[in-house]
């Protein structure tokens, strides 16, 4: 089965982050992708850019971003296969993002068979 991990976290403090602390995070996120495919688990996943550069598009017109409140933004994504929630669970709680943010996982309704 297919589940969605969502990545939310501060976007903010990236923006203001030292590089040598970027350059770790990359470094934890490459090793959990290569986890994630050694474990033929991963499905697909990106970064996005910053919620400011996004829009909102509804029937009544478009919205710029960013979108939510909170600190936390939709950051990424990791599509990934599990055998069940559990599974899933245990591979968002190895994401880096779990660490200083937060990792929603949202199971993928198929429909398609």
Same mark, same amino acid.
């Given at each position: ?20 602390? !970027?350059?770790?995070?990359? =470094?934890? $996120? #490459?090793?959990?992708?290569?986890? *994630?495919?050694? @474990?033929?688990?991963?499905? %697909? ?25 909170? !600190?936390?933004?939709?950051? =990424?994504? $990791? #599509?990934?296969?599990?055998?069940? *929630?559990?599974? @899933?669970?245990?591979?968002? %709680? ?20």
């Amino acid at each position: 089965m297919k589940y969605l991990l969502l990545l939310y976290d501060n976007e903010d403090a990236w923006d203001v982050m030292e590089d040598s602390k !970027k350059s770790e995070i990359f =470094g934890a $996120y #490459m090793a959990y992708t290569e986890a *994630l495919r050694k @474990a033929e688990a991963y499905y %697909a996943g990106d970064p996005l850019v910053h919620s400011r550069d996004g829009k909102r598009v509804r029937v009544s017109g478009v919205q710029d971003g960013p979108f939510a409140d909170g !600190k936390e933004q939709l950051g =990424g994504y $990791y #599509m990934i296969e599990a055998d069940d *929630l559990d599974e @899933a669970l245990d591979w968002a %709680a190895r994401c880096p993002c779990a660490s200083y943010g937060y990792v929603e996982v949202r199971p993928v309704w198929n429909i398609g068979g």
